[in-house]
């Protein structure tokens, strides 16, 4: 069974940056593609960013494209996201998915989901 353990999140000001990582265990990493996906309050899950098996194919929601960044490290079974430029409104909690083969910007189809990191940007 697929596990994935969230870290990083916290409290920042707006501008700043966090970057939260995803720690895959349980099957091949390298057979799944990965996704963040965040929920705010009030609000329905809403797709931020995925990233194929090698790292080569990439999707941006376009409310963080140019300031979110994905990326994965096979080696050590870890998908990142890189928040650069933090606005209020990407106050939410994060996401970590799994699916096997490809990747996709549907959250429905996504399979396996992490607990979470809650992201909170100060005004």
């Known amino acids: 069974q697929v596990q994935l353990v969230e870290s990083g999140g916290g409290l920042v000001q707006a501008g700043g940056s966090l970057r939260l990582s995803c720690a895959f265990s349980?099957?091949?990493?390298?057979?799944?593609?990965m996704g963040w996906v965040r929920q705010a309050p009030g609000k329905e899950r809403e797709f931020v960013a995925s990233?194929?098996?090698?790292?080569?194919?990439?999707y941006y929601a376009d409310s963080v494209k140019g300031r979110f960044t994905i990326s994965r490290d096979n080696a050590k079974n870890t998908v990142y996201l890189q928040m650069n430029r933090l606005k209020p409104e990407d106050t939410a909690v994060y996401y970590c998915?799994?699916?096997?083969?490809?990747?996709?910007?549907?959250?429905?189809?996504?399979?396996?989901w992490g607990q979470g990191t809650q992201v909170t940007v100060s005004s």
């Open positions: 349980g099957r091949t990493f390298s057979n799944y593609a």
């Open positions: 998915a799994a699916r096997p083969g490809p990747t996709t910007t549907d959250t429905t189809t996504w399979v396996y």
């Open positions: 990233i194929n098996w090698s790292g080569d194919n990439t």
